[in-house]
């Protein structure tokens, strides 16, 4: 029973006699006062001694622990994903066998600039990462709502995204408005063209995580059972449609309530209003790859769904809200190196360099080496190695055994198993060992151009006025006119109004490009939202 009782200074104090609901220490000793510290006397010192008030302090003390380096800002979801097309001719995953099969999900859709207390609306980019607890298996699918990136080398990612973040001096600005550095960087980084133009689009303000598309950008491989490959992108197609704000919308929500995405999730799925996507993959081989206008390892660069149709296999459906945004949106711990049995990596070199990043970040970020322990990151399938202790170990081998090869027969478990066990397509590869960027990703303008010319007038108006806006907030004349230049090699039009609105009157010269562009890549309905 809880009774309010007053405490010497008048004070309501909850109290109760009943076992099970007594507050204890962590140690499980029961409090009998969590309002007042152990002191000599009623106007003396706090005593060292007063244990209650020491774990309690300690505790919130370490309260914190480290915000994502990026995509600090997110919000999770479960939900499942339903099989509706069994693939086993590309693909051995076990994820894309059986019709009608339900495999768990946690979703986690982000902004990737701004801290964790940023606000939702921002002008940026969303992640949209998917963890398939699959019965062969934890698949994350790390994705983004936008399908290209900003760069093609991962070597280039610390500096895209210290250009971004708040500058060493000052501490500002946050993702909201462009400034100098990241500007400056895109300027001297013509192959993040492209995705600028995706960026200063409406894609960049969704009306909310239930309204964007996903893109897993990379191509990556499916493996069949005969170890054929195929190449493929993932694609994620809301149910909902395709929705965005406008930018005097999005700062109006920022100021009204910074938390809009997160709380319409919330309050979608508590309505039992479950949003849905479809899980598309566009499958292509090395004929296509090789005769390609750009290179499939380029994740500057999308192939349009009028080349490679989207195939739809399967729905996922976002259906219950985390019990702990703590113990499951922050601590969950996606990794593009998380695979399965029937899907591989390409040697794109921007994922390559992600397959190392995750699991380094990971380790500082959930302090150790067992952050798989966490229920979020464990397996719901039966899992067993012999990894060991470490911080916060959880579990650890059972029995003598915790090395192999070793001959203790039935007690020497686990054992490898060729079978199911996952086996790298075995691609040929050779060369030369070198740090050079291949021709093949030289191209950066002429798949800016077909994206603008795919938008609607109103479309390609809003992204003149993106420009025009995050380029009005950089202080320095050159590297505006070094943005400039770059647009003119996209298209006349939008370095025309850009310049208008900037008020510049003396046009630069056009960036040299590091190849010719292909000026007549026709348009593709599947860029423009309104057409969606
Ligand atoms: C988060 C690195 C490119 C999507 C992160 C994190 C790091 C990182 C360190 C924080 C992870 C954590 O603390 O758990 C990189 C590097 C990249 C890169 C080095 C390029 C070389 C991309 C691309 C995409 C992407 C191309 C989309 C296709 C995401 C998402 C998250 C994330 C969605 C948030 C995951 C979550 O919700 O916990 N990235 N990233 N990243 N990244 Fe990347």
């Known amino acids: 029973m809880t009774d309010e009782t007053r405490g010497k200074g008048g004070e309501p104090r909850q109290q109760t006699t009943d076992r099970d609901r007594t507050m204890t220490t962590a140690q499980g000793g029961p409090i009998s006062d969590d309002q007042n510290s152990l002191t000599a006397g009623p106007r003396g010192p706090v005593l060292m001694e007063d244990h209650v008030f020491r774990e309690k302090m300690f505790h919130f003390d370490h309260e914190r622990i480290p915000e994502r380096v990026v995509h600090a800002r997110g919000y999770g979801v479960h939900g499942h994903f339903e099989l509706k097309e069994a693939i086993p001719e590309l693909s051995a995953a076990d994820i894309f066998q059986r019709v009608g099969e339900k495999t768990p999900t946690f979703t986690r859709f982000s902004t990737v600039a701004g801290n964790k207390g940023s606000f939702d609306l921002?002008?940026?980019?969303?992640?949209?990462?998917?963890?398939?607890?699959?019965?062969?298996?934890?698949?994350?699918?790390?994705?983004?709502?936008?399908?290209?990136?900003?760069?093609?080398?991962?070597?280039?990612?610390?500096?895209?995204?210290?250009?971004?973040?708040?500058?060493?001096?000052?501490?500002?600005?946050?993702?909201?408005?462009?400034?100098?550095?990241?500007?400056?960087?895109?300027?001297?980084?013509?192959?993040?063209?492209?995705?600028?133009?995706?960026?200063?689009?409406?894609?960049?303000?969704?009306?909310?995580?239930?309204?964007?598309?996903?893109?897993?950008?990379?191509?990556?491989?499916?493996?069949?059972?005969?170890?054929?490959?195929?190449?493929?992108?993932?694609?994620?197609?809301?149910?909902?449609?395709?929705?965005?704000?406008?930018?005097?919308?999005?700062?109006?929500?920022?100021?009204?309530?910074?938390?809009?995405?997160?709380?319409?999730?919330?309050?979608?799925?508590?309505?039992?209003?479950?949003?849905?996507?479809?899980?598309?993959?566009?499958?292509?081989?090395?004929?296509?790859?090789?005769?390609f206008e750009f290179d499939i390892l380029d994740a500057t660069k999308l192939i349009p769904e009028e080349q490679v149709p989207v195939r739809i296999i399967g729905t996922l459906t976002l259906d219950a809200n985390v019990d702990n945004f703590f113990a499951e949106t922050e601590q969950v711990a996606f990794c593009t190196q998380n695979i399965v049995r029937g899907i591989d990596h390409t040697n794109d070199p921007l994922l390559q360099g992600r397959n190392f990043s995750y699991l380094d970040t990971q380790l500082k970020r959930l302090g150790g080496p067992?952050?798989?322990?966490?229920?979020?990151?464990?397996?719901?399938?039966?899992?067993?190695?012999?990894?060991?202790?470490?911080?916060?170990?959880?579990?650890?081998?059972?029995?003598?055994?915790?090395?192999?090869?070793?001959?203790?027969?039935?007690?020497?478990?686990?054992?490898?198993?060729?079978?199911?066990?996952?086996?790298?397509?075995?691609?040929?590869?050779?060369?030369?060992?070198?740090?050079?960027?291949?021709?093949?990703?030289?191209?950066?303008?002429?798949?800016?151009?077909q994206f603008y010319i795919s938008q609607t007038k109103i479309e390609q108006q809003h992204i003149a006025a993106g420009y025009t806006f995050e380029l009005?907030?950089?202080?320095?004349?050159?590297?505006?006119?070094?943005?400039?230049?770059?647009?003119?090699?996209?298209?006349?039009?939008?370095?025309?109004?850009?310049?208008?609105?900037?008020?510049?009157?003396?046009?630069?010269?056009?960036?040299?490009?590091?190849?010719?562009?292909?000026?007549?890549?026709?348009?593709?309905?599947?860029?423009?939202?309104?057409?969606?």
């Not at 030289?442 to 798949?447: E, K």
């Not at 939008?494 to 208008?500: I, M, R, T």
């Open 122 to 291: 921002a002008r940026d980019v969303r992640g949209f990462a998917t963890k398939f607890y699959t019965k062969e298996g934890n698949w994350d699918l790390v994705g983004n709502n936008i399908p290209v990136f900003f760069i093609q080398d991962a070597m280039k990612f610390p500096d895209l995204v210290h250009s971004v973040k708040a500058a060493p001096d000052r501490g500002f600005p946050q993702a909201q408005s462009a400034h100098d550095n990241f500007w400056d960087f895109i300027s001297l980084s013509p192959e993040a063209i492209h995705m600028t133009l995706w960026q200063m689009s409406d894609r960049a303000i969704p009306r909310s995580f239930r309204f964007m598309e996903g893109f897993g950008v990379h191509t990556f491989r499916l493996v069949n059972a005969e170890g054929k490959s195929h190449y493929v992108k993932f694609h994620w197609k809301p149910k909902q449609g395709l929705q965005s704000v406008v930018w005097n919308e999005a700062l109006k929500i920022n100021g009204a309530d910074p938390d809009f995405h997160r709380r319409d999730m919330w309050d979608a799925i508590d309505a039992g209003d479950f949003p849905q996507w479809d899980l598309g993959i566009q499958v292509f081989d090395d004929e296509f790859a090789d005769n």
């Open 370 to 449: 067992n952050f798989t322990h966490i229920p979020i990151n464990a397996p719901k399938c039966p899992f067993h190695n012999f990894q060991q202790d470490g911080h916060m170990a959880m579990h650890n081998p059972k029995g003598r055994v915790n090395y192999e090869p070793n001959s203790w027969g039935e007690d020497g478990n686990p054992r490898e198993n060729p079978e199911i066990g996952f086996k790298s397509y075995p691609e040929e590869v050779s060369g030369t060992k070198q740090r050079v960027r291949s021709e093949t990703f030289a191209d950066h303008y002429s798949q800016a151009r």
């Open 472 to 532: 009005s907030k950089c202080q320095e004349e050159p590297i505006r006119l070094r943005v400039l230049s770059h647009l003119m090699n996209v298209h006349d039009d939008l370095a025309k109004q850009v310049a208008e609105g900037l008020g510049v009157t003396q046009m630069p010269e056009p960036a040299t490009p590091a190849r010719e562009p292909i000026t007549d890549l026709p348009p593709s309905d599947a860029l423009s939202i309104l057409k969606n």
